[in-house]
């Protein structure tokens, strides 16, 4: 679970590969369900990847010995959908929140970076859900103003 099926072995960037994975997987699901069911099920999506995800990426972690390795990529799935909601269903925004999300959660700007000290799996995906809500807000005004 810790590297989302598998997404976080795929090199270079298992990050990256991890984001847009959810990001197409998002947009798949979402154009079968009717739009008053998306905010819910995308935030129900976020509650259970946040609620799996820190267990697994502790125990990942312990069993790997690193702190955050780079092959636990389920706060990348938190993150970027937490980017995704409301989100419309087209392709530059759904590009605008994928290069968002990476782009907040690379640069981590602050405090997404003091998140990460934070404990085992808690700091790994906490800092991620961050740099979503980061991406989020971005995109949110990029739409409003028409700049996607």
């Known amino acids: 679970m810790a ?7 795929l090199r270079p960037g298992p990050g990256t590969w991890a984001s847009l994975a959810t990001t197409l997987l ?3 699901l979402a154009t079968h369900l009717p739009q008053s069911a998306h905010l819910p099920v995308i935030v129900g ?3 259970l990847v946040t609620a799996v995800g820190i267990p697994a990426a502790t125990l990942e972690a312990r069993g790997s010995g690193a702190k955050d390795p780079s092959h636990i990529v389920i706060d990348e799935v938190a993150g970027q959908l937490l980017a995704l909601i409301a989100c419309p269903l087209a ?10 999300f990476r782009g907040f ?3 981590k700007p602050p405090p997404i970076r003091r998140l990460e ?7 790994i995906v906490v800092d991620d859900l961050a740099a979503g809500a980061y991406a989020l807000v ?3 005004l990029l739409l409003r103003f028409r700049m996607v």
Do not use: M, N, S, Y
């Open 45 to 47: 999506l976020i509650v």
């Open 105 to 107: 959660d690379i640069l």
């Open 117 to 123: 000290h934070l404990p085992e799996g808690t700091g």
């Open 3 to 9: 590297t989302f099926f598998g997404a976080g072995r």
């Open 91 to 100: 392709w530059k925004p759904l590009l605008a929140g994928f290069i968002l």
């Open 26 to 28: 998002w947009w798949l």
């Open 138 to 140: 971005v995109l949110q």
